[in-house]
């Protein structure tokens, strides 16, 4: 049996290699476009009377569809709409948010803005991200500090907490779920002229602490 799978190629464009959003946006579109061949050569098999290979072909389908959602939600973690909408800072107050309503004390030091290339902001928006997700999922946290300042060319970030910590096995680890750990956001800050340095011991809370210059 012969069916045709082949998808609307799409050439790149210069955004391609852009940020984690447009890349991620391009995968997803050209998942969607591999969803529509599969879902044309399943009905092509089944109209020739193969059940088995139309099958297969449904459930290759099925599979492209749930990595489909799961990119999806994971572009908002990645490039959340406030970040360039409202700036860095609302994005971090809406970051923190959630931690309120687990009865997490949450303190917060932001500027009203901060003037920031997009891949710094978001370098900046994932570290706190990945520190937040720590605190809510592994901490048993009852206060959150996050400060963020812009001084002399560099943005500084530092959230704290007084959680119970954490010892090197669990830093050297990539969190369960597929997010970035933070030992992966040390290369990226060191790879933005930056620094991350994280003090993590067991029953002394945790401290994030990222800088990196504005350009």
Do not use: W
């Amino acid at each position: 049996m012969r069916v045709c799978c082949a998808g609307p190629s799409r050439p790149p464009t210069p955004s391609a290699a852009g940020s984690p959003a447009t890349c991620t946006t391009g995968v997803v579109q050209d998942l969607a476009a591999a969803n529509y061949s599969l879902v044309g050569a399943k009905a092509q098999a089944a109209a020739k009377g193969y059940k088995e290979e139309a099958d297969a072909l449904d459930g290759g389908a099925q599979a492209l569809r749930r990595g489909i959602r799961s990119l999806r939600t994971l572009l908002v973690e990645i490039y959340p709409p406030s970040l360039h909408r409202a700036g860095l800072p609302a994005a971090l107050r809406d970051l923190l948010d959630p931690l309120t309503g687990r009865g997490i004390e949450v303190r917060l030091q932001l500027p009203d803005s901060v003037e920031l290339g997009d891949d710094r902001a978001e370098l900046v928006f994932r570290v706190a991200q990945e520190a937040v997700r720590n605190v809510a999922e592994h901490s048993a946290a009852g206060a959150v500090d996050l400060q963020l300042e812009a001084t002399g060319g560099t943005v500084a970030l530092t959230v704290a907490d007084d959680s119970i910590g954490f010892g090197p096995a669990r830093l050297a680890g990539t969190p369960a779920g597929g997010h970035v750990g933070l030992l992966l956001l040390q290369d990226l800050a060191r790879a933005a002229g930056g620094s991350l340095r994280i003090d993590a011991s067991p029953g002394r809370g945790t401290t994030v602490h990222l800088e990196v210059p504005v350009e």
